[in-house]
């Protein structure tokens, strides 16, 4: 995704593409939270928001929702939900308003906020049925049954993640683990023989190091120098 994210930049300044060069420097960025290069993801961010050029409805909300993930990612949930505590503009596409509420369920769900995550699940229910607000919705729940009960919701967390690792969509599972540790404990510890095919998500978070998960722990001296 990053090399691919660079010739992308490249074709596009070549022809004069600002929104393209946009989109790639935010998939680029994307790809380095999911690495745990934070530093370098915050560096592309902010070249996004400092380009001279007005933002189109589409790239401000989603440079909004990187920064949260870097957040999420520094273990600094109250930042993560104070960037979304807002609603996304009303004229984004359906598809970038379901996956904001639906991180932002997440990140509600990770702090106990049950009643105000349980609406964002909502609200990303409502605004989109694309595979983000899907998941993050689903992984919020999955949240929310862990924090109640972690015992009796320990096979539908598991269910839920295995559903999601195999339609491909890693990136959420990651989210959800960094804002929500015990999700991965549960998860691994639950998994037994597939484990393994879980363990597959460790290469794509630079977490070989870690015990059971790429967000069981993270670098929080991150979250005093990434802004």
Avoid: M
Avoid at 167 to 176: D, P, Q
Avoid at 177 to 200: D, K, T, Y
């Amino acid at each position: 995704a990053i090399k691919y994210g660079f010739e992308l930049e490249s074709d596009a300044r070549a022809n004069g593409l600002d929104f393209v060069i946009h989109h790639a420097l935010l998939g680029r960025a994307a790809a380095y939270i999911g690495l745990r290069r934070l530093s370098a993801a915050v560096r592309l961010l902010h070249n996004v928001e400092s380009s001279g050029t007005e933002l189109p409805t589409y790239i401000q909300p989603q440079t909004i929702l990187k920064r949260a993930c870097v957040r999420v990612a520094c273990g600094d949930l109250q930042t993560a939900a104070i960037l979304l505590s807002a609603p996304p503009p009303p004229d984004v596409p359906a598809t970038a308003s379901g996956e904001w509420f639906g991180a932002k369920a997440i990140i509600l769900a990770a702090q106990g906020n049950v009643s105000e995550a349980r609406h964002a699940i909502d609200e990303a229910k409502a605004a989109s049925a694309g595979i983000d607000a899907t998941h993050f919705g689903v992984l919020a729940d999955a949240i929310l049954g862990l924090s109640k009960d972690a015992h009796a919701a320990s096979s539908d967390a598991l269910r839920a993640t295995q559903r999601i690792l195999k339609l491909g969509n890693r990136a959420s599972i990651v989210f959800a683990a960094r804002a929500f540790p015990p999700l991965a404990r549960s998860v691994v510890s639950g998994s037994g023989r597939r484990a393994p095919e879980l363990s597959r998500l460790l290469p794509y978070s630079r977490a070989s190091d870690l015990d059971l998960w790429p967000c069981l722990r993270f670098p929080r001296e991150l979250g005093r120098s990434v802004h």
